[in-house]
């Protein structure tokens, strides 16, 4: 026994009991078992917690950088019919005709951007046949 074993043929008959360093051992590691499970759901709880949070943040970030491309795109149509209509009322002195055609084209061309970005309208690139 002094170097760590155990004889199991003793005569006391108990050979079928563990001894009772065996069952704290035992007692100990069912205990230890029972904490890492609660453990384990907790961090999983916590993790589909944050999952489910992040998504929430990118959903939010993706609609609002939808929200800005829409807009610029509205933007972006109404100022270049603009430039253009005040560039051909310099070029013809037609003033304000040609600023008032192409901001209300420009205007109408944005709108029609913004429909196609959105999924509204058709795009350009369809089979037209």
Partial sequence: MADGTRNTQQ?????QQPPADEAALSA???????RLSEVRKDRDNRSARQGSERQTASAKASAMARGFRLSSEL?????VGAVIGWGIDRLFSTSPWGLIVFFLLGFAAGVINLMRVAGVAPSDSSDRS
């Fill in 11 to 15: 005569g006391d008959g108990n050979s």
């Fill in 28 to 34: 100990r590691l069912t205990h230890l078992d029972e």
């Fill in 75 to 79: 933007v972006a149509g109404v100022v």
